[in-house]
């Protein structure tokens, strides 16, 4: 017991230690206090090199590893062994280790023998990161880490193996876009074709990275800075509906990924399934240290996805995918711990704070320092989105009988900004003969129960009401049926609503205005701060985390809330629509007798039709 309360003195010593040091705790965007980034807990500018020679660390291979091997280190010859001692991984193998971040750690405390006789083994995963990797044996804890010994380099099997292979829309029909990342290769390439045994087709990819000088401050551009590799990218295009296509990625003369499969995008009269969530993030699955909260959710939540992908057609990640916030060896985790997914299902995004905000770097808040330095460039050149240009984050596109509106709450929305006039084009545009659903979204939510409204201009409350004051006029006109937010830490759902009011159905069936839901569950820590009696707009709002299943045709649009725990359903609600409905009711002029009763005040400017709708 009392070698355990040490343990746990050294740890919280540790931390306070990092908060002292200006690993600014802050909030966790909704005036709730949030720990410090698991990597930014060693204190890099404290750090020193005492070396140990009696210290052996013994690796259980001896030639180079491959992707997500696990490689056992043994540590022995240990004098005066501590609860605090640890074992971190660093990259490259030759990097000075008080100047960079870990890619990941454990402490010895773990290994009983260690304790006593300082002696013990310790497992980690290794990601192929495209060049040598090293262990290191540290003392003293988080707060002053002593360098004491290393083990020998480990280097991957091949630097130029295909990882982190996903997929993505591009906004076109009949295409997929298929991306990877490597090392230095010659002509990386795609082999696809309709039979597994026969990919007759072959097409060179795009490659691009980015650089340290990209990053706009740290620990993104010092101390969690690790080369991205080549990403590379194919469009594949004239696909048929529904048909299956199998694909493999590589390189003339280089090594290839295994063979996978995918769906031509489908038609609009097709059923389609949906996986939607956000704040997912990811965690190590070898249990290396994170103090935080993420950790376990997080791989529950793509456990399931992982099983849900065989009868999906489409994964949505609605911001804050990686949580990196700076520390680059978590994007590869994130691609890694979810490619069993994204090597069948199509993943759209769009940006969150974690993944965009940064002082004087162009986002809509100007103070922030979420992204940890980033600045949405890891984020832009790494999940390929179809975006309106570099740091116009937004876009649409079209699966099934959905028509999806992808923006970002990190940039300018209100009206004058292009952001604003693109949203408001692209729904004046939509042809609800062909997709009669509308979905909009976003990262920070429209309607939130919040108790976080104190500050500005980024509290939960006051963003809220900018965006409804900016956008909400637009989605009543254009009859938009449900907008999918994350950014809070929570599932939560109302009642059709306009201007706070909830709206009972028309003679139809059909919903008289959408349904907002907060689908930030996913995996980071869940946020408490909801108000003790639930508003009167929200139908339910829960703190569990899971993921929505979304089933739609042309007639009827199915949500489905999924527990990561144990499966369970959370909430079920649906939306219906007549058959023939674009041609049967007015859309807009329906949707603008909404806005004059929600938005008295307001006036537009200009009327649209809505492509391929007659009557109105």
Same mark, same amino acid.
């Given at each position: 017991?009392?070698?355990h309360?040490?343990?746990v003195?050294h740890?919280?010593?540790a931390?306070?230690g990092?908060?002292a040091?200006?690993h600014?705790?802050l909030?966790?965007?909704?005036?709730?206090?949030?720990?410090?980034h698991?990597?930014?807990?060693?204190?890099v500018a404290?750090?020193?090199l /005492?070396?140990?020679t009696?210290v052996?660390?013994?690796?259980?291979?001896?030639g180079p590893h491959?992707?997500g091997?696990? /490689?056992?280190?043994?540590?022995?010859?240990?004098?005066?062994?501590?609860?605090?001692?640890?074992i971190?991984?660093?990259?490259?193998?030759?990097?000075?280790?008080?100047?960079?971040a870990?890619?990941k750690?454990?402490?010895?405390?773990?290994?009983?023998s260690?304790?006593?006789?300082?002696?013990g083994?310790?497992?980690f995963?290794?990601?192929n990161?495209?060049?040598?990797?090293?262990?290191?044996?540290?003392?003293?804890?988080l707060?002053?880490?002593?360098?004491?010994?290393?083990?020998?380099a480990?280097a991957?099997l091949d630097?130029?193996?295909?990882?982190q292979?996903?997929?993505?829309?591009?906004?076109?029909?009949?295409?997929?876009?298929?991306?990877w =990342?490597?090392?230095p290769?010659?002509?990386?390439?795609i082999?696809?074709?309709a039979d597994?045994? @026969?990919?007759?087709?072959?097409?060179?990819?795009?490659?691009t990275?980015?650089?340290?000088?990209?990053?706009?401050g740290?620990?993104?551009?010092?101390?969690g800075?690790?080369?991205p590799?080549?990403?590379?990218?194919v =469009?594949?295009?004239?696909?048929?509906?529904?048909?299956?296509y199998?694909y493999?990625?590589?390189?003339?003369g280089?090594a290839w990924s295994?063979?996978a499969?995918f769906?031509?995008?489908?038609?609009p009269?097709?059923?389609?399934h949906?996986l939607a969530?956000?704040?997912l993030?990811?965690?190590e699955?070898d249990?290396?240290?994170e =103090?935080?909260a993420?950790?376990?959710?997080?791989l529950l939540?793509?456990?399931r996805l992982?099983?849900e992908?065989?009868?999906?057609t489409?994964m949505v990640?609605?911001?804050?995918?990686?949580?990196a916030?700076?520390y680059?060896?978590?994007?590869?985790?994130f691609?890694d711990?979810?490619?069993?997914?994204?090597?069948?299902?199509?993943?759209m995004?769009v940006?969150g704070?974690?993944?965009?905000?940064?002082?004087?770097?162009?986002d809509?808040? #100007?103070?922030?320092?979420d992204s #940890?330095?980033?600045?949405?460039?890891p984020?832009?050149a790494?999940?390929?989105?179809?975006?309106?240009?570099p740091d116009r984050?937004?876009?649409?596109?079209?699966?099934?009988p959905?028509?999806?509106?992808?923006?970002?709450?990190?940039?300018?929305?209100?009206e004058?900004?292009?952001?604003?006039?693109?949203?408001?084009?692209?729904?004046?545009?939509?042809?609800r003969?062909q997709t009669?659903w509308?979905?909009l979204?976003g990262?920070?939510p429209? @309607?939130?129960?919040?108790?976080?409204d104190?500050?500005r201009p980024?509290?939960d409350?006051?963003?809220a009401?900018?965006?409804?004051r900016?956008?909400?006029?637009?989605l009543?006109?254009?009859g938009?049926d449900?907008?999918?937010?994350?950014?809070h830490?929570?599932y939560?759902?109302?009642c059709?609503?306009a201007?706070?009011r909830?709206?009972?159905?028309g003679?139809?069936?059909?919903?008289?205005?959408?349904v907002?839901?907060?689908l930030?569950?996913?995996?980071?820590?869940?946020t408490p701060?909801t108000?003790?009696?639930?508003?009167?707009?929200? /139908?339910s709002?829960?703190l569990q985390?899971?993921?929505?299943?979304v089933?739609?045709n042309a007639?009827?649009?199915?949500?489905?809330v =999924?527990?990561?725990?144990?499966?369970?359903?959370?909430d079920?609600?649906?939306?219906e629509?007549?058959?023939?409905?674009?041609g049967?009711?007015g859309?807009?002029r329906?949707?603008?007798?909404?806005?004059?009763a929600a938005w008295?005040?307001l006036?537009?400017?200009s009327?649209h039709?809505?492509?391929?709708?007659?009557t109105?």
């Open positions: 017991m009392i070698l309360l040490f343990k003195i740890l919280l010593c931390l306070a990092g908060l040091r200006g600014t705790p909030t966790d965007g909704h005036g709730l206090p949030t720990t410090p698991p990597k930014s807990a060693v204190n404290a750090a020193s /005492v070396w140990e009696a052996r660390l013994d690796l259980n291979t001896s491959v992707a091997e696990w /490689v056992e280190v043994r540590i022995s010859g240990v004098i005066d062994p501590r609860y605090d001692d640890m971190a991984l660093y990259a490259p193998e030759d990097v000075d280790p008080r100047t960079v870990p890619l750690y454990k402490f010895l405390a773990a290994v009983p260690y304790v006593e006789r300082g002696e083994t310790l497992s995963r290794l990601l990161l495209r060049q040598p990797q090293r262990f290191y044996f540290l003392r003293d804890g707060a002053l880490p002593v360098f004491a010994a290393h083990s020998r480990v991957p630097p130029g193996e295909p990882t292979v996903h997929l993505a829309l591009t906004g076109r029909p009949s295409e997929v876009k298929v991306l =990342v490597s090392g290769v010659d002509r990386p390439l082999r696809w074709g597994p045994q @026969y990919l007759d087709r072959e097409a060179p990819a795009d490659s990275t980015y650089t340290r000088e990209a990053m706009c740290a620990p993104a551009n010092s101390t800075w690790l080369d590799g080549a990403l590379h990218s =469009v594949l295009g004239d696909l048929a509906p529904g048909r299956r199998f493999t990625v590589g390189s003339r280089g295994e063979v499969s769906l031509g995008p489908p038609g009269d097709a059923e389609v949906v969530l956000a704040d993030g990811q965690t699955v249990g290396s240290v =103090v935080d993420i950790a376990p959710a997080s939540t793509s456990l992982a099983q992908a065989a009868g999906a489409l990640l609605n911001g804050d995918l990686s949580y916030r700076g680059a060896v978590q994007w590869e985790t691609f711990q979810l490619a069993p997914t994204l090597r069948a299902l199509p993943l995004t940006i704070n974690h993944e965009r905000d940064w002082p004087g770097s162009g809509r808040f #100007g103070m922030a320092y #940890g330095g980033e600045c949405g460039v984020y832009a790494r999940t390929g989105m179809p975006t309106a240009g984050p937004w876009y649409s596109f079209d699966h099934g959905i028509h999806f509106l992808q923006y970002s709450t990190e940039h300018a929305f209100e004058g900004s292009p952001q604003h006039a693109f949203i408001a084009d692209d729904l004046a545009a939509v042809d003969c009669p509308v979905i979204g990262h920070r429209m @309607y939130i129960d919040s108790t976080f104190a500050v980024d509290g409350q006051y963003l009401a900018e965006l409804r900016a956008l909400e006029p637009l009543l006109r254009h938009v449900a907008t999918w937010h994350g950014h830490h929570s939560q759902r109302t059709p609503l201007g706070g909830c709206l009972a159905s003679e139809d069936g059909v919903a008289a205005g959408p907002h839901i907060v930030g569950h996913s995996g980071a820590s869940l701060n108000e003790p009696q639930r508003p009167r707009e929200f /139908v709002v829960q985390h899971g993921y929505v299943r089933t739609a007639t009827r649009l199915e949500h489905v =999924v527990s990561s725990r144990d499966g369970s359903v959370m079920r609600w649906v939306l629509k007549p058959a023939g409905w674009c049967s009711r859309v807009l329906q949707g603008e007798e909404r806005v004059a008295p005040s006036e537009f400017k009327q039709r809505l492509r391929g709708c007659d109105f």
